[in-house]
């Protein structure tokens, strides 16, 4: 790879050779067990588990320095960005629809040689020798990877109320931040109570009509400092004690919501053109547990700026390990990241040109 007259694999190969390695090295047992291995199982240098923005990233970098690498798509190729109607917020990429965005991404890194198998993860395990990683696909291939990178995304939870799922992606959303600028002179409501929400209520607010917070509770989980930052704006309300009971329309879009006090246990209607459901976030990290650290709220934990987990080999990056930006060009830029410390893990293993040519018989064909 080169940047300008910097070339990253002739650095990497000269702090190797010279010792600075980061990762800790016992190139010569690895290699030969990885050598041993490839005579008898599938072999793959790089296995990205994931094909959102993070996925490809990390995919389009390890494969554009010629090391071959498998794309695990998942149940949703794409990511969560696929649902988006407009995106306009990545850097350098003009605004668009996320399946599109999307599938130039997908187009981009397959000219790289990146090979995308559609089946889901089942399940992961180390080597008994340690040296690769056993993954098994729903589909029932067994992957054998030399390194790993997680970028299965997070789940936005939702309330599971009836119209939720017809309306998903055309009044129903979960992302304030990439919608906001459509709800123009529209009237919305956000459900939550925590910081997300009030987020949420400040991304809408200079757009919207009317936003108005619902709140289960008689009180909000959010930051008082954040609570406070609410008391601002005149086109906010906020309705304590108020559950989301149904979503409402004319088959195409949202009309109005039915709402309970839970208080009184008095249903309304309020008229409405948009929901934001703000109630959390699950990371996709489940399948990782007995691998590597999560933290209690189920996110990879990463070594401070890199995107290494705690076991040497596995790097994770977008938002199964980030709590807190949860966007596209921001798991783009980790998936970078994550490709790059691929790279550095398995040139300081010892994994060169002659191993790859070794292996290549090895290699997936799917
Ligand atoms: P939180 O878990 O903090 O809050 C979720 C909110 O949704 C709670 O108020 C909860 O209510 C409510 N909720 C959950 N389920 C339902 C339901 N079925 N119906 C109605 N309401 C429901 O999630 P966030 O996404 O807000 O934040 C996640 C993390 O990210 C937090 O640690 C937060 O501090 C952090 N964050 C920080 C920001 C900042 O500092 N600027 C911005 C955004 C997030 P209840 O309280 O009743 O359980």
């Known amino acids: 790879m080169q940047f300008g007259n910097f070339n990253i694999n002739l650095f990497l190969g000269l702090l190797c050779a010279v010792g600075m390695c980061i990762y800790a090295t016992d190139d010569v047992q690895w290699i030969t067990k990885v050598r041993a291995a490839g005579t008898s199982h599938t072999l793959v240098p790089v296995l990205v588990i994931g094909s959102g923005p993070a996925g490809l990233s990390a995919a389009l970098y390890t494969a554009r320095d010629m090391i071959y690498t498998v794309v695990l798509t998942g149940n949703e190729p794409g990511g969560q960005l696929l649902g988006a109607k407009r995106v306009e917020n990545i850097p350098g990429i003009a605004p668009d629809a996320g399946y599109k965005i999307m599938d130039s991404l997908r187009a981009q890194t397959a000219s790289f040689g990146v090979q995308f198998l559609d089946d889901t993860l089942k399940n992961i395990i180390r080597s008994e020798d340690g040296a690769y990683f056993v993954v098994q696909t729903g589909g029932g291939t067994t992957i054998n990877a030399l390194s790993v990178v997680i970028a299965t995304g997070a789940s936005a939870l939702t309330l599971g109320v009836p119209g939720e799922q017809l309306y998903a992606n055309r009044g129903v959303y979960t992302c304030a931040v990439c919608e906001c600028r459509f709800m123009k002179d529209k009237e919305v409501v956000v459900i939550g109570g925590g910081d997300a929400s009030i987020e949420a209520v400040m991304h809408l607010a200079p757009y919207a009509k009317q936003v108005t917070l619902l709140v289960r509770k008689d009180r909000m989980r959010a930051a008082l400092s954040m609570q406070e930052k609410l008391a ?20 195409q879009e949202v009309t109005q919501v039915r709402v309970r006090d839970a208080g009184t246990g008095l ?39 890199l995107q290494r987990t705690s076991c040497p080999g596995i790097f994770a990056a977008g938002d199964v390990a980030d709590a807190t930006y949860r966007q596209a060009g921001v798991a783009a830029g980790d998936g970078i990241k994550a490709g790059l410390d691929a790279i550095a893990y398995l040139r300081c293993k010892g994994f060169s040109e002659s191993i790859a040519v070794d292996l290549k018989t090895s290699y997936l064909s799917a």
């Not at 601002?232 to 088959?251: H, T």
């Not at 008229?271 to 934001?276: E, G, K, L």
């Open 232 to 251: 601002g704006y005149k086109n906010v309300a906020i309705k304590y004690q108020s559950e989301l009971l149904e979503v409402l329309g004319d088959g």
């Open 267 to 305: 249903e309304s209607n309020l008229m409405v053109q948009a929901v934001f459901e703000c109630i959390g976030h699950a990371p996709n990290s489940a399948p990782f547990t007995s691998l590597i650290e999560i933290d209690a709220q189920g996110y990879i934990q990463l070594e401070g700026r």
